[in-house]
């Protein structure tokens, strides 16, 4: 079904055959300057954390701010801010590497079926299509189901479950690339798909493969949180930041902030990829503005 | 056309058949043992067998198969292992508060977002379609659970005006009712809102850009006109695009917000099932939610071609 793709042939003719370099604006630098901030905090995180990770700063739950526990404590009296630098490593971890299969596959996946196209597109389309027909947070919980919620398979998950999204992207760019002239005479040529692929139609897909790594990533963060908040996710003792978030949700009625924090950071992570991300797609967008205006 | 449409139906109950094959092999055949996942691993070997007689799993995968999909077009669908309940009854009581739930949202999302989409992209770059584009922007990129958190932090912690959990087995009156669904369906509205009308926004600017567009503002032919007399034609079948794929994506949204709020809606049915590891109930649960989420994208593809002039003039 051709409909889910609507947004990304926009993406394709936007962004594929120009090479215009773009700056950030005030707003992308400010997301830069956050995902910065998560990435650092991801790697060091652990070492700067005033707290170890089961550590007790209080023997009440939900106590408030004190002393070196700055944004008070959890459920069980350990420390939040502690909790979240440890978790930020597993987040944003775990959704790299499903981004990175997601985008690896996908895209190998997509040009492949747009170079060869007939047969082979058909049924590796068809397979893909299969699987994007299901509502991703069902399917995962499916396969939790049956095969229970290791961190090995909700990497492996998601980074598939996205790989039918960066598929129809790659494989709708490979189609506007494949019949560009340049590829057409490298054909004539008699040049070697695989020297094609390399040198015609990677270089020109790479700049929207990289925005969709983006927009990916923020939606594998989003998905595995989700999972880990239904606690169908990362398990204990290991938390992420969705793990945090569902274990304190019991102290929101008395007004904790608790729930609060670990979410807001995933939220500023996410809103800060998004701001960077919008800048990339801003250049089509500006352009289009200068012609009603 | 109808040709075209019968196609798609076909393609929609091709793929409906293959999701229950995929539902079957999730919840049937991955897990291993059923009996002896449900059991846990410190049960009687009796006690396994019993339960995968019990369950009719000493039959072969094809027969098992055969018998849940002739079940599930009967509306027999079988009992719950986690309290021996009808499934059937189970989901008839979740599944209204599910389509309530996500109904009342629809209805006051829907008209909202096309506005403001298409406002936001009649005058782009302006404040409003900035401010329009950030505030999307940030709704769109955080997760529901923080929209959740905040809004119960706000009305229900701090001003007292609404309950924080919307548990009601049945609701006694109509105020009662609206008390207990204004925050799941603030928090679906906010997310659906957002998406909805960023989706609407880019798909007319996409129609903006194209030349027989450019050739009107050429003419000298006012902005609005251009927009509802040129654009909005041509944005018909887009539209409803952009209306079914966020319906669709209202079948995962309420899975979370349902788990936010207690709301007692099927999607806490799969996700209290998944813990308890209740694999017919899964299996149930799962058919529904990819049968809506299937009929949304149907629906989406049909209208497409309902309202493409070149689409509906092929096979006459």
């Known amino acids: 079904m051709a409909t889910v793709n609507i947004e990304a042939p926009k993406v394709a003719r936007g962004d594929a055959l120009s090479k215009a370099r773009f700056t950030l604006t005030w707003a992308g630098r400010i997301g830069a300057a956050i995902v910065l901030f998560w990435l650092i905090a991801a790697i060091v995180g652990p070492f700067v954390a005033p707290f170890t990770l089961g550590e007790f700063v209080s023997d009440n739950g939900f106590a408030g701010a004190h002393g070196d526990s700055l944004l008070g404590a959890d459920y069980l009296g350990r420390d939040v801010l502690s909790r979240i630098l440890h978790g930020a490593w597993l987040t944003l971890g775990m959704a790299g590497a499903a981004t990175l299969i997601a985008t690896s596959v ?30 991703t947070l069902i399917l995962g919980l499916v396969i939790i189901a049956a095969l229970g919620p290791s961190r090995t398979l909700l990497i492996l998950m998601t980074g598939l479950i996205y790989a039918t999204s960066v598929y129809r992207i790659a494989r709708a760019l490979g189609m506007d690339i494949v019949v560009t002239d340049f590829v057409q005479v490298a054909r004539a040529r008699g040049e070697h798909t695989s020297w094609i692929l390399f040198h015609e139609i990677l270089p020109n897909a790479a700049t929207p493969l990289v925005v969709d790594f983006g927009i990916r990533l923020s939606f594998s963060i989003l998905f595995l949180s989700s999972l880990s908040f239904l606690g169908m996710g990362v398990q204990p003792p290991y938390a992420d ?26 939220a500023s992570f996410t809103i800060g990829l998004n701001l960077i991300i919008d800048d990339f797609a801003a250049s089509s967008g500006r352009a289009i503005a200068g012609k009603i205006a | 056309m109808a040709k075209l449409i019968l196609q798609r139906l076909g393609a929609g109950l ?27 691993q410190s049960a009687t070997p009796e006690a396994v067998a019993a339960l995968r007689i019990e369950m009719g799993l000493d039959r072969p995968a094809v027969v098992r198969y055969f018998a849940w999909i002739t079940g599930l077009l009967d509306g027999n669908l079988g009992t719950s292992l986690a309290n021996g309940a009808r499934i059937s009854s189970l989901i008839a009581e979740r599944l209204s508060n599910t389509l309530l739930l996500a109904g009342v949202t629809a209805f006051l999302v829907v008209p ?35 929209l959740g958190t905040l809004l119960v932090l706000i009305f229900a912690v701090n001003l007292r005006w609404l309950p924080a959990i919307s548990y009601v087995t049945e609701f006694r009156s109509v105020g009662q009712m609206m008390q207990a669904l204004a925050l799941p369906v603030l928090t679906l509205a906010l997310v659906l809102l957002a998406q909805m009308a960023r989706m609407t926004r880019s798909t007319i600017l996409n129609i903006l850009s194209s030349s027989y567009i450019e050739m009107a503002v050429l003419k000298g032919v006012r902005r609005h ?50 813990s308890s590891r209740d694999y017919p109930v899964i299996q149930s649960c799962a058919i529904i939610f990819c049968s809506a989420y299937l009929l949304f994208i149907l629906v989406a593809d049909i209208a497409a071609i309902l309202s493409n002039p070149r689409l509906r003039r092929r096979g006459h």
């Open chain 2, 14 to 40: 091709l793929t409906l058949w293959l999701v229950t094959v995929l539902v079957f092999i999730g919840t049937q055949l991955l897990p291993g043992d059923v009996a002896q996942a449900v059991l846990g």
């Open chain 1, 241 to 266: 930041w969705g793990s945090l978030v569902r274990e304190n949700m019991s102290g929101l009625i008395s007004g904790s902030l608790a729930p609060i924090y670990p979410a807001l950071a995933i």
């Open chain 1, 106 to 135: 996908g895209s190998a996946l997509g040009i492949f079926a747009a170079i060869k196209g007939g047969w082979i597109d058909m049924i590796i389309s068809r397979i893909v299509d299969t699987f994007h027909s299901f509502p």
């Open chain 2, 225 to 274: 006109r251009i927009v509802f007399r040129h654009a909005l034609v041509n944005a018909m079948s887009p539209i409803a695009n952009v209306i079914a794929l966020n319906l669709a994506y209202l079948v995962s949204g309420v899975v979370i917000v349902e788990t936010i709020f207690a709301y007692p809606g099927l999607a806490k049915l799969i996700v209290d099932g998944v």
């Open chain 2, 112 to 146: 909202a977002a096309i506005v403001l989409g298409l406002v936001a992209a009649m005058y782009p770059e302006s404040i409003f379609d900035r401010t329009v584009s950030m505030m999307t922007m940030f709704l769109v990129a955080v997760p529901e659970f923080l």
